[in-house]
């Protein structure tokens, strides 16, 4: 059940609002329970963000979303993103590179210390580059 945290801005209580659906938030005009007034600014009270493999499927996120991640400078969400994305390829698809730049990646390796590795055919075979379909 989404919650959502309000400020009046008439009388200044802060408010917790729960709707049933994404929906019923978005058809819905908040009010507050304290003086009945709609003037309200909404709050970010507390963010929780997934760490590791537990919670984000980077595999269906769109190019604009990949290109978020990768300019995060999160290595390891970089990796993670890789990894997972590797995962739905068909198998052995991206090469032994890309997965040894995402398994670094993943490990807190930096992501210019990978780039220059893959550059320099360091994390896998150099017959993978250019064997396309």
């Not at 709609?38 to 590791?52: S, Y």
């Not at 269906?60 to 990949?66: I, L, V």
Request: hydrophobic share 25%.
């Amino acid at each position: 059940m989404p919650t959502y945290d309000f400020k009046c801005d008439q009388c200044g209580a802060d408010l917790t609002l729960r709707y049933r659906t994404f929906k019923d938030y978005d058809e819905a005009t908040p009010t507050c329970y304290e003086c009945g007034s709609t003037d309200l600014t909404r709050t970010i009270t507390r963010v929780a963000i997934a760490k590791g493999r537990s919670g984000h499927d980077y595999s269906r996120m769109n190019a604009n979303e990949m290109l978020s991640v990768f300019e995060s400078g999160d290595s390891k969400a970089v990796g993670e993103m890789m990894r997972q994305v590797g995962d739905s390829a068909p198998s052995g698809k991206l090469g032994e590179s890309y997965q040894n730049a995402a398994d670094k990646l993943s490990g807190g390796a930096s992501m210019d210390s990978v780039e220059r590795d893959l550059r320099h055919g360091a994390l896998g075979s150099s017959d993978e580059q250019g064997s396309g379909a």
